[in-house]
């Protein structure tokens, strides 16, 4: 059976690996980290989660959810990865991120198509074809240089930022309640409250802290959803209070009333020993970060096991540059997965490599190549990184409503307009014909 050469074993690179090992192929899957480290990774080991600790929303009737259930129906090694490492987090699906990556590293190492070189790729020319590149947003400096002499032009970039981990045991439970939000769920939050003082005083330190600032952040572009807080404080004193510190239906027992801010807490493992601030992506110095956000009530002693940071991301233009197979339009036996064709999400990462698997799949099987449907959560995430219309403005987007094509008949319910469309694209995801 023919070889094929990944490089990147994050969770598209990983997705793509096992998934095309599972058909029959000889896959030689190329991992740099045991010989140099990108800015946000920690460890060795594969699909590692570099800042939150969740893979969004399992709502039946959300995409997030519904690129869940396709991922499911293609056998997704990530996605089940994740279930064996759930934690409670609620209706989104959260993991701990150890027993996670050590579930794919394993599967990975045990499966006997599979050869991992610990090493890293400088050159594209270095590789046979057919390959796909998974390398992520922090691909490896010299890569990155032969990638772009192939497309012949910059890279896009935007920023990413991470949010701090919290050890449990120092975490003021007096002040600190368990529950989600209008108490849906099964209590997985810790919630420290604030009144409208302590919320003031709070916004005021982010403003005076002192920031990371490297020169070419000035002019940086954050990705809306993964935005530092003190950019969010920049755009109004009251927007965090309608972002990650939004208190509706959060009664505090002490007083059985939402206070007028919330800094909320997310399991971070299966012990439960660690927490990570949700929606507390910062660009702090990391001294300030401390001072700052002991200010929490229920933080006060609060010692943390990792601190914030914020990074440059890498995307290809892939409107411009790729193939509706995510293949390079100048090498046709060359292929990219993950968020370097413009997805955003660790999961919409995931997604690509699956989808890329298949293609690869069809045009190794002299196949005709066959997208997802349109309809589906996974059609419409392709749709919006190929379209070629979009190339002028490309940014790197997430699975949303907004991307699936809107009903032949109009329906004027937005609930009983979701329910319709997640049943089409379910109903056409069974028929494709991967
Ligand atoms: P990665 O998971 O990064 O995998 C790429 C792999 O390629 C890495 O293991 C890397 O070591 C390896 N590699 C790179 N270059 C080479 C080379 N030349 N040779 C060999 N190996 C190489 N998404 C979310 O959904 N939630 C978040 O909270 C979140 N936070 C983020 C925070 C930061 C700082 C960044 C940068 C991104 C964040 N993202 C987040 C976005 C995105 O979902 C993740 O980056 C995701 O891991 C992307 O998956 P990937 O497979 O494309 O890349």
């Known amino acids: 059976m023919k070889q094929i050469t990944v490089v990147g074993a994050g969770l598209a ?17 190329y991992e740099m980290r045991d010989k140099t480290m990108t800015p946000a990774h920690k460890t060795h080991k594969f699909a590692e989660l570099v800042c ?3 893979f969004g929303s399992m709502g039946e009737h959300s995409a997030p959810g519904q690129l869940k259930w396709e991922a499911k129906k293609l056998n997704s090694h990530i996605l089940e990865a994740a279930f064996h490492a759930q934690v409670p987090a609620g209706q989104a699906l959260g993991m701990d991120r150890e027993v996670f990556s050590a579930y794919i590293t394993e599967k990975i190492h045990n499966h006997p198509r599979i050869e991992v ?39 896009l970039y935007f920023f990413d930022a991470i949010a701090p981990i919290i050890d449990a045991d120092s975490i003021n439970t007096e002040i600190a309640w368990k529950a ?18 302590e ?28 935005m530092p807080i003190e950019v969010m404080v920049d755009r109004g004193p009251q927007t965090l209070r309608f972002g990650p510190m939004k208190p509706i239906g959060l009664d505090d027992p002490r007083t059985g009333r939402y206070p007028w801010a919330v800094v909320q807490l997310r399991q971070d493992n299966k012990e439960g020993t ?17 001072r700052v956000f002991r200010m929490i009530p229920g933080l006060e002693n609060a010692e943390f096991l990792k601190l914030g940071s914020i990074h440059r991301n890498l995307f290809i233009n892939a409107p411009k540059r790729l193939n509706k197979d995510l293949s390079s339009k100048n090498d046709p036996w060359l292929f990219f997965a993950g968020q370097i064709t413009g997805v955003e999400g660790y999961f919409e990462s995931t997604c690509t490599g699956l989808m890329v698997s298949r293609f690869l799949h069809q045009k190794l099987s002299d196949r005709v190549f066959t997208p997802p449907p349109r309809v589906s959560a996974m059609g419409s995430l392709l749709e919006a990184i190929t379209d070629e219309t979009r190339a002028e403005h490309f940014q790197p987007t997430n699975i949303n409503f907004g991307l699936m ?7 004027r319910d937005k609930e009983i307009r979701k329910q319709k469309q997640i049943s089409l694209a379910r109903t056409e995801f069974e028929n494709w014909n991967a």
């Open 13 to 29: 690179g990983s997705e793509c690996a096992l998934q095309l090992a599972d058909m029959g192929y000889q896959v030689v899957l």
């Open 52 to 54: 939150s600790n969740s």
């Open 117 to 155: 070189r610990n090493d890293v790729v400088t050159s594209l020319d270095q590789i046979p074809r057919p390959a796909v590149i998974a390398t992520g947003p922090l691909t490896h400096d010299q890569l990155a240089e032969s990638m772009r002499k192939h497309f012949g032009d910059e890279f």
């Open 180 to 197: 989600d939000r209008y108490d849906k769920g099964t209590g997985d939050y810790y919630n420290c409250p604030m009144n409208k003082e």
């Open 199 to 226: 919320y003031n005083r709070f916004i005021e330190e982010i403003k005076n802290a002192r920031k990371i600032e490297p020169k070419h952040f000035e002019t940086t572009d954050f990705f809306e959803g993964c």
């Open 274 to 290: 660690a927490y990570n601030m949700v929606g507390f992506q910062t660009r702090m110095a990391y001294g300030e970060q401390v």
């Open 405 to 411: 094509p809107p009903l032949a008949e109009k329906e």
